[in-house]
């Protein structure tokens, strides 16, 4: 029988066993009944694995583009960028709504069973946002944005390449955002693919039990490949009648027993090892296999379906299922939607986001039911039998005014769209937005209004009235918001008015930004040119905030600072091709930082002067001393009168407020006026020391390690003409006078960013590798840490950081071919050779390494590395730096 979709065919399964189920009632709110149905998934992997061919194909099946999109050709829908379409890689990650399976825009949206033992979830049409990201190294900071949305993803594996360096480390960042994952081994069409090596690399070097939920089928055994064997199903499944993989002819395994004997007996090993492992991980799979008399084959599809989706949901997730396919071949990829829609979770399973609050840590779900116990039950601030209400009154966010709060979001991308103008992309985590709504921007304390909300679907955007909590949505319109910032919708606001009880400083998820480490000067071609460059950075620092922008104000230069050099050169490409400014932009360089060697006292600036036509008045007191080098996150002080802001830099601004509360920021004190709270103040001095530390005295690099001191006395400094402006301009003032003045005395020295870098190298290529990186580029190695270390014993033993697994104990089908010089040794474990070199190394030596690597190791090493920190210079090696620098393109 040939179907045109698989998933037709198999709707009911026999009804079998009683255990315990969790019930998704659809009987429940119709929110609830909305959300069950949504899924908000990304697809993570090492560049080039095919993470847009595959977003192509789910568009495409799940109806939403009439044509399979190529990335050979340019024609995808999510890599929409120029940029991107010129390089064929996925720089912005793009977020675009479908369902699956497809639905029919007229029917009624069918409900969910209240129970998923004979049914499962992908027979009913869902919700799916998809988040597509991109791979390379230096747009790592864009994975992370997306992460944070994310309430599971698909990570896709090159079946040749297996697992790569870029992917561990955003395997390893999914992690750590306990964010359920599933695998799809990709282009398995390739010569040289190996399944089960990289099978067993996903069990040793992602710290996972592998769950093998597809076989390949290769024609004959060893031929072309045609389809995967399903071992949940049990059953062959076979692309074949039409050229845009629609079409699968699915074989039972009867029929496979009589015309493939050797695929159906290796289905029965897969189904085999995989309620084995299942058993391991889950009760549930325990007393299923026994009520089926422990005979393996027995138990129903449905219910590993149920089981597999318990262990994805398990934290930390130490079973990991894996699905065959080659997306470019048009193969495998409709099961791995369904896979999505069955194994990954909805938003009603995610934990509760965590939030930040006038330096206080806590969850959403701690600050409203804070607010709603205030409101019901002023007594319910003892600890009481509700859990909630307990852990909401401990928990410093329970602030009452949160009883006001109508929604909560993300804005987790902000793109600008050539047609539609800028887009910002939001997660609503609470409440929902409507159209129309004045929203606060936490971030930048200003409100505005949410005048059109937008659904991505691929090309099509369709207009909404809401977006609603566990949505993913667009707002059209805002003039301000920026990629990460926070929105809130809050009872009575105007675009004039802060909401109360401190909320104005609720953060949702805040993330790090690392310090930039490459950075370019760019300067508009004429003073008629100014104006429209620099509206092109804005926006361009609207959507991507890892990118920093800062002035030189004595040369008049603009910096633009990003993570690496071609994510420079991609802003640079983007500034002159789609924005069409007309500047010249310089040599992308190393950033270079310098630091204090001495201590200053107290410096006094007074500003007094009209700005933007209004008399503006502040003073501000500052001093510097060098600080240690360990980069930290803002901590909150215990002292109520101090505040302290720490940087991936290593600096520290402390500020210390002596007659200012952070116990009660926004109560008016006697020593502010009515226009100014003790937040607006902070973020005031802030703005203005960082402005001054981005630019140091002795060869103008921004700061590193270096301390800020500054004493706000609102006694006096606070003048009738203060202003947040006035304030941070006078801070800057006061910190830029400091610098000069340690400067003078003992002259600041220069730092370097010193990298960690991972390589991953062939055995016979490590002496080499190790013998480059440690004399030729000053590395210091680290840590050699190569395969035969994980070995446990093979019991899998969590040593508290990692899963160590055995490779041994790891089910895969045998490989009829194996990639160059990568053997798998099965009986003994994973020995393809590969080791691993941990090192730091100065940057500067780390420019163009690919390529040598690639020289050393025969084209099969890789490498991932991020900023480990910023290390002091040598006087000779400074000299040699500065004499290279400076120099137009
Ligand atoms: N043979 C084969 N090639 C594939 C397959 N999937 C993708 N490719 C090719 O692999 C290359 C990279 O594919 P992309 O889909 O751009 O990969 P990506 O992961 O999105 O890459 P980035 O956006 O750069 O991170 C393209 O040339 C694709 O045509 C496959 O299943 N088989």
């Not at 998934?41 to 560049?47: C, F, L, W």
């Not at 390949?216 to 064997?229: A, C, L, N």
């Not at 003892?382 to 909560?408: D, F, H, I, M, W």
Request: with cysteine; hydrophobic share 40%; net charge negative.
């Amino acid at each position: 029988m040939q179907l045109a979709w698989i998933w037709c065919t198999r709707r009911v399964a026999p009804r079998s066993v009683g255990t315990c189920r969790r019930l998704l009632s659809s009987q429940a709110h119709p929110q609830h009944s909305q959300l069950s149905k949504t899924r908000n998934i990304g697809i993570i992997a090492h560049i080039d694995a095919g993470k847009t061919t595959t977003t192509e194909r789910m568009l495409y099946y799940s109806g939403h583009t009439r044509r399979i999109g190529d990335v050979d050709e340019g024609s995808t829908v999510t890599d929409f960028l120029p940029a991107e379409r010129a390089r064929g890689i996925t720089i912005q990650s793009a977020a675009i709504t479908f369902n699956w399976p497809p639905s029919d825009p007229k029917s009624v949206p069918q409900d969910l069973p209240s129970s998923f033992d004979t049914t499962l979830r992908s027979s009913i049409s869902h919700n799916v946002n998809l988040i597509d990201t991109p791979g390379h190294a230096d747009f790592t900071f864009e994975v992370l944005r997306s992460l944070r949305v994310l309430d599971g993803a698909v990570c896709i594996l090159d079946g040749v390449a297996g697992v790569e360096a870029q992917t561990e480390k955003v395997w390893t960042q999914a992690g750590h955002y306990h964010i359920p994952r599933i695998i799809f081994i990709n282009k398995l069409d390739r010569d040289g693919a190996a399944f089960s090596r990289t099978v067993k690399e996903v069990g040793v070097r992602l710290h996972g039990w592998p769950a093998v939920c597809q076989i390949p089928w290769w024609k004959g055994g060893s031929g072309e490949f045609i389809g995967v064997g399903d071992v949940v199903h049990l059953r062959g499944m076979l692309w074949r009648g039409a050229t845009d993989g629609s079409q699968i002819q699915p074989s039972s395994l009867q029929e496979l027993e009589a015309n493939n004997p050797e695929f159906a007996e290796e289905i029965k090993k897969a189904r085999i090892a995989l309620v084995e492992l299942l058993s391991e991980h889950d009760d549930g799979m325990v007393e299923l296999f026994l009520e089926h008399d422990e005979d393996h084959l027995a138990i129903p599809g449905t219910q590993i379906v149920e089981s597999l989706r318990r262990v994805v949901l398990q934290t930390p997730q130490t079973v990991i299922p894996i699905f065959a396919g080659a997306s470019f071949r048009n193969i495998g990829v409709q099961p791995l939607l369904d896979a999505v829609v069955d194994l990954l979770p909805t938003p009603l399973e995610r934990p509760e986001p965590e939030i930040s609050l006038d330096h206080r840590k806590g969850t959403l779900a701690e600050l409203l039911a804070g607010a709603a116990s205030a409101e019901s039950a002023p007594v319910a601030k003892t600890k009481g039998k509700n859990a909630k209400t307990t852990a909401a009154a401990t928990s410093g966010v329970n602030v009452p005014e949160a009883r006001n709060l109508q929604a909560c979001a993300l804005a987790f991308k902000v793109v600008n769209d050539a047609k539609r103008g800028i887009l910002v992309y939001v997660r609503v985590y609470s409440g929902s937005i409507d159209r129309g709504s004045i929203l606060f921007n936490t971030n930048l304390l200003t409100a505005e209004r949410a005048p059109r909300l937008l659904k991505m679907y691929a090309n099509d955007a369709v207009e909404v009235d809401s977006i609603q909590v566990g949505q993913i949505g667009v707002i059209t319109g805002l003039k301000h918001a920026r990629t990460g910032d926070t929105l809130i919708v809050y009872k009575g606001l105007t675009t004039r008015t802060q909401p109360a009880g401190g909320l104005a400083s609720l953060q949702l998820r805040p993330i790090h930004v690392p310090p930039p480490v490459f950075f370019t000067s760019i300067e508009p071609n004429s003073l008629s040119e100014q104006k429209h460059v620099l509206d092109s950075l804005s926006i361009l620092l609207r959507e991507d905030p890892s990118l920093q922008l800062s002035t030189d104000e004595e040369s008049g230069q603009t910096h633009l600072a990003g993570m690496g050099d071609l994510h420079l050169e991609i802003a640079r490409d983007r500034l002159l091709n789609d924005f069409k400014a007309k500047a010249r932009i310089g040599k992308i360089e190393i950033g270079y930082r310098e630091t204090p060697t001495t201590s200053t006292t107290p410096y006094t600036h007074t500003l007094d002067r009209t700005i933007a036509s209004k008399p503006a008045k502040a003073t501000a007191v500052a001093s510097i001393s060098p600080s240690l080098p360990s980069p930290q996150q803002d901590h909150p002080d215990q002292d109520p009168y101090k505040t302290t802001y720490t940087s991936e830099d290593g600096n520290i601004i402390t500020i210390t407020h002596p007659t200012l509360s952070l116990a009660s920021p926004t109560t008016t004190s006697s020593h502010l006026p009515p226009t100014l709270t003790l937040p607006q103040i902070l973020t005031s001095i802030h703005a203005g020391a960082s402005a001054a530390l981005a630019r140091g005295p002795l060869n103008h690099f921004p700061l590193a390690n270096t301390a800020v001191d500054i004493h706000f006395d609102a006694a006096t400094h606070i003048h009738p003409e203060t202003t947040p402006t006035a304030i941070s301009t006078a801070t800057r003032a006061a910190v830029a006078a400091s610098l000069r003045a340690a400067n003078e005395s003992s002259a600041n020295v220069m730092m370097e960013p010193v990298m960690r870098v991972t390589v991953f190298v062939n055995e016979a290529a490590l002496g080499s590798v190790v013998q480059d990186l440690s004399s030729a580029r000053g590395g210091q190695v680290i840590s050699l840490d190569g395969g035969s270390e994980e070995d446990d014993g093979g019991s899998g033993v969590d040593d508290g950081e990692v899963l160590r697994i055995n490779p041994a104990r790891i089910y895969a089908p045998p490989d009829p071919f194996t990639s160059g010089g990568a053997a798998v040794d099965v009986g003994g474990g994973l020995d393809n050779g590969q080791r691993q070199i941990v090192a730091r190394v100065p940057l500067k030596e780390m420019v163009g390494y690919l390529n040598h690597l690639r020289a050393l190791t025969g084209g099969r090493g890789t490498f991932v590395m991020g900023v480990d920190g910023f290390e002091k210079m040598g006087s000779q090696r400074q000299k040699e730096v500065l004499d290279g620098m400076r120099e137009f393109v």
